[in-house]
């Protein structure tokens, strides 16, 4: 903190809490003490405030506690000469800054007036969730939030460009000299939102609050940290949360005072004008505060100085190449060609095979190139990618698992859009991709490069070849199906009592450092990405990483699924704070979660069954709690009996919280995720033995209360209702 | 400072020379005339401990080569050598008890005069006494720990609560070699049993025991000082102050306090912003009572209280030379028996306050604790009417305002400078050791001496270890020197840091030196230190940190005693003149050589500065290098002088 930055920092944030407490006066004038006060979508108050101190906000009233607190903060400017030690005091002094911030920007919300113009604002809780397991399994490894405009428009989409092809998801706003890069970014047509990476928050200082306070709520949400344990919260961000500031153009005693709260959070701020540098490290990872003019090297500078470690796949394709641009689409209007889906017969298939099979490399395109589409009113050919791998330690189980690879890895590509697998998938390339010089090659000179990157510890040898001829396609196809049947009945036939081992996941520890996921052959990860052979094939690839195998042991209770082993591995994975978990129940030990699941189920007591809530569901539920709020009480790595995070593929498992009667339990669940498991369910029903038991299952269409659900369960002669007693 | 200096000396050197000139004898006089020092002594080969004697042994093997009763070289040096450490040690000791005893009083309410300033600090040390801390009143636990700190004076077995801060290696060592302290008093008792005629005659054994008291004053005697006044009168905090004789006024009341334990000299301080006192002295034709001290007290008011600093111990004779000192109040420690001469050339009263400590010649106003405050005002009263009687025409005080400083660092303060309120953290430092910004962390600390032929020491060393990256943190005498040179102030990174270190000062906001407070406050090093420990990455125990002390100008025993502290600690500590060891080689040797093998510490004598500094880096650099740390960010600072 150079005098000067202190100096700043500090004029800062009196100026900042001064705005805050005129606008609590007024709304307070306005409003009254009572009125209800709160961001949208969100479990954590004002986030900031309630994180760091456990100020629970919810009427503008609880404010005033927070403002006096915040003034307990403010040291003075340090003097001319002679000066005191300030570092200490300008931390405190940016993170009364930041409190500020978020109360006007909860008062902006009272007065609807935020989100700015074409500006996300508030970021939710849903969105921190859904994006936990990308940002520990190194898809996005890091978060930038850039303050200000760039002298021109071309750096502004040169800056974001680059961040978006290291994944980085990246926060733009505020403005300097009036100008703010989201205008920037939007007069050269950028396509903003969470698919891109690239997020608007709001055109002024103030408005950086919102990652900041998204930032910290990760250590509640994941880190098992409790609201009100400051110096861990601010110790989490600093560990654990990627992300650092871009400050372009210049820094005003307001932006100052920010950064000194971005740093007492552990982020560092790169600028691009003559500011002084703080580079002593220990408040932050490595340098605090820096300044870079060559555009050319800021984002590398800014990845360095918050030591955010990307894997740079540097792919030979003609356009950019980067998990940022897997959520991205492929619209009519911008087609080029497409394969598959309703346009035309596709696949894509992997299979393993010896070495003396394989020439690492060749990807051979049997047929026509894409150039040969000319009828604007016919934009498709058919397509069959075959891959085939060799490896020492290749297995033919591993064979599914990277051909579902293969969905992430084409989507990676700018201008490529790829859904579906097997048979099913759906391919679009657009005429940006095509003008860049994008032909099919291309798609296995990906896969190549791809399945070399990330499976490098079981894969030698990568060799594609593209069919392209109707009837080369179909001939293939018609001898792979039986390929696909003999897998699917290969995972499906596989249950817990056919192995004698389990995998562990630690995945999320870098977040969730209690937490430890169990997989087992019936019930997945509860993010929904790690099945029972992912884990062992992630075993295969990295001996030592998050996923080790665990046998079993001697069973101790069968029924709730407890073995002595894996009850060994968890206590000492989880920092011995989890002494036994069952596999199987959610009453008894039940595993604990992260926070990235899929779904929540949760007991009703007044149903003596079970409702299921999905992520993406924001509605009320019969428990009388979002997902939010539920989601609030399940995370960390904690044990809370009658909740569990589950993967949503759990639910039509033979073993889904099976010591307590299983499926029967059932009562509630999103109509759209009952929608997805339809055919599965409808399978499980026939199997235990109540063919219409899936009908009996009630949605948000039916009701939303316990006590309608109560009434409907009756109607339709619920099983669970005769069940035993769950409390 | 040597004589030679001293009257080269801008503030100093005049009032030297107007002693001289009226034929007033000061310290530098009294210096040359005791020159040559006696031989014998200088090299530890005199004892006199019984009527055998006195014998002496010839360092030259010509003569004798044991005393009387058969003792050699190496007997009657560790003898000596061990008697010093016990006397330094029941110094440090005794102001602690004196302090404990205080709170003892405000405990059971026998003073009304003092009170818990700091109860967060209270319920700290409270709670590593394994006092109860839940629903009991802040009386209850200051009595209990009152109680429970001076029972470990008279504590026979077991060992020191304090010492079990030390980081684990540490105690192991001390336990293993038999180190480890017992109780305070017990361990100095001991000492002078054993060195008694026909006692222990083992050089190493007695040794080990000089050690183990050693550590008693360190870890038991000094840090309960240092807390329990913390406790009593609150934790020190950086504050704006100024230093050097210039501070006396002449157009105020000026008082001096002078000695060691801060009991009445917080009181006076409280004393002289009494309303009716500040009238008086208006009505007796000063603008205002102006206060402030020399030596340690000077300190302890100066860290808490930011009252300027006279002088150090080498300057309170000349502070009384300006003429312009209307009282000089007394404790204890370092206060030279000489005072009463030079006042009777002048208006100025001279109070000893002390039943411990009378000095012929001396008014003596008794202090005690049930009565501190109205003892206090009546020797500030004494001094007020004093005022009418200075002699304006023998007046003559430095030209200037003192020298800027900014003091008042602690080891618990260390954690907020760096962290703020919710981050409060030793990361920082440690990782500005680690990353090669800065070197490492050098202690120094001590007396002043006239027998030092270099000029002012203690700057030329602390300037030299800055400018290479090194942190430097000073306690007693010399860190008023250091502040009279201007480095410790924020800007004094600028001018002198090298570049590491002033990014660091720079960030932070502190300057290149840090003052710690008084002589007692030495364990704040120690608690620093365990802090560097703690906070990892530098060394998992003392004798693995880049760290290093110094006491360039050392006289006290006191000074004998930290040093051993330190040391026995495992740390590197180097003296400007030797300790008389040099007539045995085997204590030479065991000094230099054997101890390190026990402790990891190091002993160090060097006379030079320049020489102190080099050697300190390279102690520092080694450690570095042992702990596989970053190579210095930059290393273009022009080197240690050879």
Redesign the interface.
Same mark, same amino acid.
């Given at each position: 903190?150079?005098?000067f930055v202190?100096t700043s920092a500090i004029r800062g944030a009196h100026s900042l809490v001064s705005e805050a407490e005129k606008f609590l006066d007024k709304a307070l004038k306005e409003k009254g003490a009572k009125a209800i006060i709160s961001f949208p979508e969100t479990a954590f108050y004002l986030p900031l405030a309630y994180a /760091?101190f456990a100020f629970e906000v919810k009427e503008l009233g609880d404010i005033s506690r927070i403002l006096s607190h915040i003034k307990s *903060?403010l040291p003075k400017v @340090?003097d001319e000469? *002679?000066?005191? @030690?300030? /570092?200490?005091?300008?931390?405190?002094a940016g #993170?009364a800054a930041l409190l500020a911030e978020e109360i006007i920007m909860a008062l902006r919300y009272l007065y609807n007036q935020e989100p700015q113009t074409d500006c996300n604002g508030f970021f939710s809780d849903t969105v921190m969730r859904s994006l936990g397991i990308q940002l520990v399994d190194g898809r996005m490894p890091g978060f930038a939030a850039i303050l200000g405009a760039a002298p021109d428009n071309k750096t502004a989409v040169s800056i974001v460009r680059e961040l978006q092809e290291r994944n980085i998801l990246t926060f733009v706003g505020c403005s300097s000299n009036g100008r703010s890069i989201i205008d920037q970014l939007r007069e050269e047509n950028v396509e903003m939102g969470w698919d891109t990476y690239i997020v608007p928050y709001g055109r002024d200082t103030q408005s950086a609050i919102y990652p900041l306070n998204w930032a910290v709520r990760s250590a509640i949400t994941f880190g098992g940290i409790k609201a009100g344990q400051?110096?861990e919260c601010? /110790?989490y961000t600093k560990n654990r949360v990627f992300a650092f500031g871009l400050a372009l153009g210049p820094l005003d005693d307001l932006k100052y005072a920010t950064g000194a709260g971005a740093i007492?959070m552990g982020f560092p701020v790169i600028a691009d004008t003559d500011i002084p540098e #703080?580079? @002593?490290?220990?408040?932050t990872t490595y340098e605090?505060l820096v300044k870079e003019f060559d555009y050319k090297r800021i984002v590398s500078r800014c990845l360095e100085v918050r030591g955010v470690k990307v894997k740079i796949s540097k792919i030979p394709i003609p356009v950019p190449y980067a998990a940022a641009f897997e959520g991205e689409r492929v619209r009519k209007e911008n087609l080029a060609v497409e394969f598959g889906g309703k346009a035309s017969t596709a696949f894509e298939f992997l299979e393993s095979k010896d070495a003396s099979e394989v020439e690492d490399g060749k990807v051979t395109l049997i047929g026509e190139d894409i150039d040969s589409v000319k009828d604007a009113s016919k934009l498709s050919m058919p397509l069959g990618i075959v891959a085939k791998v060799s490896g020492r330690k290749m297995q033919k189980d591993f064979e599914p698992i990277l051909e579902r690879q293969i969905h992430r890895f084409v989507n990676g590509a700018m201008g490529v859009m790829h859904i579906g697998q097997r048979d099913m998938n759906w391919i679009r390339i657009s005429k940006d991709a095509f003008n860049k010089g994008f032909r099919l090659k291309h798609l296995g000179l990906i896969l190549h490069a791809m399945l070399h990157q990330e499976y490098n510890a079981i894969v030698d040898k990568v060799e594609v070849n593209l069919y392209t001829k109707q009837q080369d396609v179909e001939k293939i196809l018609s001898g792979i199906k039986k390929t696909f049947d003999e897998r699917d009945d290969r995972i499906r036939g596989m249950t817990d009592e056919s192995v004698d081992t389990f995998y562990s996941c630690l995945l999320c520890q870098s977040f969730a450092p209690n937490h430890v996921c169990m997989i087992t052959p019936e019930r997945l990860g509860l993010c929904g990405a790690y099945s029972w052979l992912d884990g062992k094939a992630s075993y295969e690839i990295t001996p030592t990483g998050p996923n080790q195998p665990v046998p079993k042991g001697e069973a101790q209770d069968i029924k709730l699924g407890q073995w002595k082993n894996i009850n060994k591995f968890l206590y000492e994975k989880s920092n011995k704070t989890i002494s036994s978990v069952s596999m199987y129940s959610i009453m008894n030990n039940p595993q604990t979660s992260c926070g990235c699941f899929e779904c929540i189920v949760a007991v009703i007591p007044e149903a003596n069954g079970v409702m299921v809530v999905n992520r993406d569901f924001t509605g009320m539920t019969p428990v009388g709690m979002t997902f939010t709020t539920l989601a609030s009480s399940v995370g960390g790595g904690m044990q809370t009996p009658g909740f569990l995070g589950v993967g949503k593929l759990y639910i039509a498992s033979k073993k889904f919280i099976s010591a307590e009667g299983g499926l029967k339990r059932l009562a509630w669940m999103p109509k759209e995720l009952k929608e997805v498991l339809a055919d599965k369910l409808k399978a499980r029903s026939q199997e235990i033995g109540d063919p219409n038991f899936f009908e009996k299952i009630a949605d948000e269409t039916i009701c939303t209360t316990a006590e309608d659900l109560v009434q409907f369960l009756q109607k339709v002669k619920h099983p669970a209702l005769e069940m035993p007693a769950l409390l | 400072m040597s004589q030679a200096n001293i009257k080269k000396d801008a503030i100093q050197g005049p009032l030297y020379e107007r002693a001289k000139a009226q034929g007033i004898e000061t310290i530098w006089e009294r210096a040359v005339s005791q020159e040559p020092h006696c031989g014998f002594g200088t090299l530890g080969l005199c004892c006199k401990n019984c009527n055998l004697g006195p014998c002496r042994i010839d360092p030259f093997g010509e003569g004798p080569t044991c005393g009387v009763c058969g003792a050699d070289a190496d007997t009657i040096s560790a003898r000596n050598l061990v008697r010093h450490i016990a006397a330094g040690t029941s110094c440090h000791s005794d102001h602690g008890r004196e302090i404990a005893k205080t709170l003892q009083m405000v405990a059971t309410g026998e003073t009304k005069f003092y009170k818990v300033t700091d109860e967060e600090k209270l319920k700290t040390v409270a709670s590593e006494y394994k006092i109860k801390i839940e629903n009991r009143t802040i009386t209850d636990i200051a009595k209990d720990l009152a109680e429970k700190i001076l029972a470990e004076y008279g504590q026979q077995e077991g060992e020191l609560k304090l010492i079990q801060r030390a980081p684990e290696k540490q105690k192991q060592i001390w336990r293993k070699f038999f180190l480890m302290p017992r109780g305070i008093d017990r361990e100095v008792v001991e000492a002078m049993s054993r060195t008694n005629i026909g006692v222990d005659n083992d050089y190493k054994n007695l040794m080990a025991h000089g050690m183990r008291v050693a550590l008693t004053d360190g870890w038991g005697g000094s840090m309960i000082a240092t807390e329990l006044t913390d406790i009593l009168f609150g934790k020190p905090s950086p504050k704006k102050a100024k230093v050097n004789l210039a501070v006396l006024k002449e157009d105020e009341v000026n008082i001096i306090v002078h000695g060691h334990v801060p009991l009445l000299s917080e009181m006076v301080c409280d004393a002289v912003s009494s309303p009716e006192l500040i009238a008086l002295a208006k009505e007796k034709g000063a603008v205002g009572i102006n206060l402030a001290g020399i030596c340690c007290t000077a300190n302890e008011i100066l860290v808490r209280r930011g009252f300027p600093v006279a002088g150090d111990f080498l300057q309170q004779e000349l502070a009384l030379m300006t003429g312009a000192v209307d009282l000089m109040l007394v404790d204890l420690q370092c206060i030279m028996p000489s005072l009463p001469d030079i006042a009777g050339c002048f208006h100025t009263k001279i109070v000893s306050t002390s039943s411990k400590a009378r000095f012929p010649g001396m008014e003596h106003v008794e202090f005690n604790e049930e009565l501190a405050l109205p003892i206090a005002k009546k020797i500030v009263q004494m001094a007020i009417e004093n005022f009418p009687k200075r002699d304006q025409s023998k007046v003559c005080i430095p030209k200037g305002q003192g020298q800027d400083l900014i003091p008042g660092f602690t080891t618990e303060y260390v954690f907020d400078m760096l962290g703020g309120k919710y981050r409060p953290s030793y990361k920082p430092l440690n990782e500005a050791i680690i990353n090669g910004r800065i070197r490492g962390v050098a202690g120094v600390v001590g007396c002043d001496n006239p027998k030092m032929a270099s000029s002012d020491s203690h700057a030329i060393l602390v300037k030299e270890l800055i400018k290479n990256d090194v942190l430097v943190v000073q306690t007693g005498c010399s860190a008023a020197a250091c502040g009279r040179a201007g480095l410790l102030t924020p800007e004094a990174a600028f001018e002198f840091a090298g570049k590491g270190l002033r990014e660091v000062c720079e960030a932070v906001g502190c300057p290149p030196v840090l003052h710690l407070g008084s002589c007692v406050d030495n364990s704040r090093i120690l608690t620093a230190c365990c802090e560097m420990v703690k906070e990892g990455g530098i060394g998992k125990s003392l004798d693995e940190l880049p760290v290093a002390g110094a006491a360039p100008e050392w006289m006290s025993e006191k000074a004998i005693a930290i040093g051993w502290y330190f040391v026995a600690s495992g740390l590197l500590v180097l003296f400007g003149m030797p300790f008389p060891v040099y007539g045995s080689d085997n204590m030479t040797k065991y000094v230099f050589e054997d101890v390190a093998k026990i402790t990891g510490g190091k002993w160090a004598f060097e006379s030079d500065p320049l020489k102190m500094a080099k050697v300190m880096i390279e102690h520092i650099d080694s450690k570095r290098k042992a702990l596989n740390l970053k190579p210095m960010i930059y290393d273009n600072n022009t080197g240690v002088a050879a």
């Open positions: 903190m150079s005098k202190a /760091l *903060l @340090p000469k *002679l000066w005191l @030690p300030y /570092l200490g005091s300008t931390l405190d #993170i400051t110096k601010l /110790l007492a #703080i580079k @002593p490290s220990g408040v605090a | -």
